[in-house]
Each structure stands twice: as C-alpha cells, then as structure tokens.
C-alpha cells in the first residue's frame, strides 16, 4: 500500500554533501513546520538550537557527537540541537518528550519538502551539550538532527556505505496493529 509520497520519501541518509547548504529561509521553513507541531494542551515544549556548517555553533553542537555519528555528521549544513522544556509558568508541562517527537518529524518533513534530508541523532553527550551551552535545569536535550543535501553513497566507507544501501525494514502490520483483542491483526493482509 502507498502512503503520501511526503512520507515515503524521509529516511535517514549518512552520505550528505560536503558542499550542500541550507538557505536561511529553508532553515526557517523547518523550524516553523516544528512550530505549528501539536502538543499536550499546546503547551508547544520543542526548542531549538541551530548551527550552519563553518559556524561556531555547528561546531559546538559536532562536538557532542558520538565518534560514529562525527564519521558523517561533519558533512550536514546544519546541526539543530532539539530539546524539551519540561517546565512553564503553569509548572510541568505533560508528556514533554512526546510533543519533541512530534515537531522533530514535522522538521524533518518539511527538509524533506525542501529537496533536503535531515537524521536524527540520540548519540551525544547530553550532559556537556548542557555545560556547552549552559542550558537552563529545565531543558532536556532530545536529538541534534543533521539538515542537508544528500551526497553521493561513495563519499561513505565500507561499513556505512552497506548500511546505506541496506533495504530498510519495518515490523509487519500484524505486529503493531490489532483489534478485538491485544495480538489479534487489525489488517488481514500482511506485509
Ligand atoms: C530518537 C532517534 C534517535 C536516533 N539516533 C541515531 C543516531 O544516534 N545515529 C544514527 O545514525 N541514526 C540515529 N537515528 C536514525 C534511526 O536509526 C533511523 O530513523 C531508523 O533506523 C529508521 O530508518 P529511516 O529513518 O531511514 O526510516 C535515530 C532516530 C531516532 C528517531
């Protein structure tokens, strides 16, 4: 079955181009897409930190990187530092973490929209990305995501490049969907 041609088109690259870049209106168009992002109450906790290759920002944000993560990150136009407020005048804001997801695919849709591709990022240092850039207690660092052109699978080594060009897999159907009962396939069909 085919979803959107929006959705089927995001994965997750590791080959970027080193040369790619992302205009400032591209960069804002991302973030605005995360803006308009549904939340608890639309408490809206999403929060971002942005840096453009050749910055010091970006080179902040690279910093933090797990070593596999630099092997390819180095190459995005931009590093975008996402994070969770937990906290506003009201007090705690619910289920934080969850609204952060829910704009960071908005972001990474509209990358996609751009003619860009985007890669989210769990592998770095939350702690120093909190020294860094002194982050204030209620901020929780979720994913820095990598924004830019998609390059050539070449520019990857071995190991990568196999994992790139590896068919990406899901869980069937069966397995995530049921109804009636908890196990019991929602759709007949199975993929
Ligand atoms: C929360 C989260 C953390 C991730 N962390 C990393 C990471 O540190 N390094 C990496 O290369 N990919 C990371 N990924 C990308 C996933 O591996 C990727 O989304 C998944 O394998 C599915 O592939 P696809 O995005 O191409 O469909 C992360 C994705 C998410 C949503």
Not at 8 to 28: F, I, M, N, Y
Not at 88 to 105: D, F, H, Q, S, T
Not at 169 to 183: D, H, K, Q, V
Request: aromatic residues 6%; proline residues 8%.
């Amino acid at each position: 079955m085919s979803i959107h041609p929006l959705l089927a088109a995001r994965w997750s690259p590791r080959a970027l181009d080193p040369a790619g870049e992302v205009t400032p209106a591209q960069l804002e168009a991302v973030i605005e897409a995360a803006r308009w992002a549904p939340s608890n109450g639309n408490t809206q906790p999403a929060r971002f930190l942005i840096g453009t290759r050749g910055t010091p920002t970006f080179e902040s944000i690279f910093a933090l990187l797990s070593t596999r993560n630099q092997g390819w990150a180095h190459a995005a136009a931009a590093l975008i530092l996402t994070c969770a407020e937990t906290e506003n005048r009201k007090g705690a804001i619910p289920m934080p973490e969850y609204g952060v997801g829910l704009a960071a695919e908005n972001l990474v849709l509209q990358a996609v929209a751009e003619g860009l591709v985007a890669h989210q990022m769990a592998g770095f240092d939350k702690e120093e990305a909190r020294a860094v850039f002194s982050l204030p207690a209620s901020i929780r660092p979720q994913v820095v995501i990598a924004v830019g052109k998609l390059g050539d699978p070449s520019l990857l080594d071995d190991e990568r490049r196999a994992k790139e060009e590896a068919p990406r897999r899901r869980l069937p159907l069966s397995e995530i969907a049921f109804t009636g009962e908890w196990g019991n396939p929602a759709f007949s069909a199975d993929r």
